[in-house]
């Protein structure tokens, strides 16, 4: 199994720029597709950036595109998320998920692993 450990949130204001690590510590991390998922207070776990296992393709939230980026780094266990042109309306805990399965997937029970998340905040 892999544990990932998400690390890069903050304040921030609108329009600026942040960059979310998650590292994950156990089984082979190149063997994982893996996630980005958000939480709003009083909202549900919504999806927005996943990856496949050597970086050939990936996926992103509507709300998200051409703002965000997902990139990975295999050799150091890491993915990232590149968050330009930040609103207001991305303010949430950010979580990092594993999915044990070659192909990317937008659905949370598709996940296997999941970080603890972090905090971003985005002020008007």
């Known amino acids: 199994q892999v544990q990932p450990v998400e690390s890069g949130g903050g304040l921030v204001q609108a329009g600026g720029s942040l960059r979310l690590s998650c590292a994950a510590s156990?089984?082979?991390?190149?063997?994982?597709?893996m996630g980005w998922f958000r939480q709003a207070p009083g909202k549900e776990r919504e999806f927005v950036a996943a990856?496949?296992?050597?970086?050939?393709?990936?996926y992103y939230a509507d709300s998200v595109k051409g703002r965000f980026t997902i990139s990975r780094d295999n050799a150091k266990n890491t993915v990232y998320l590149q968050m330009n042109s930040l609103k207001p309306e991305d303010t949430a805990v950010y979580y990092c998920?594993?999915?044990?399965?070659?192909?990317?997937?937008?659905?949370?029970?598709?996940?296997?692993?999941w970080g603890q998340g972090t905090q971003v905040t985005v002020s008007s």
């Open positions: 990856i496949t296992r050597s970086s050939g393709s990936t």
């Open positions: 156990g089984r082979p991390f190149s063997t994982y597709t």
């Open positions: 998920a594993a999915r044990n399965f070659k192909v990317v997937a937008s659905i949370e029970a598709n996940y296997d692993y």
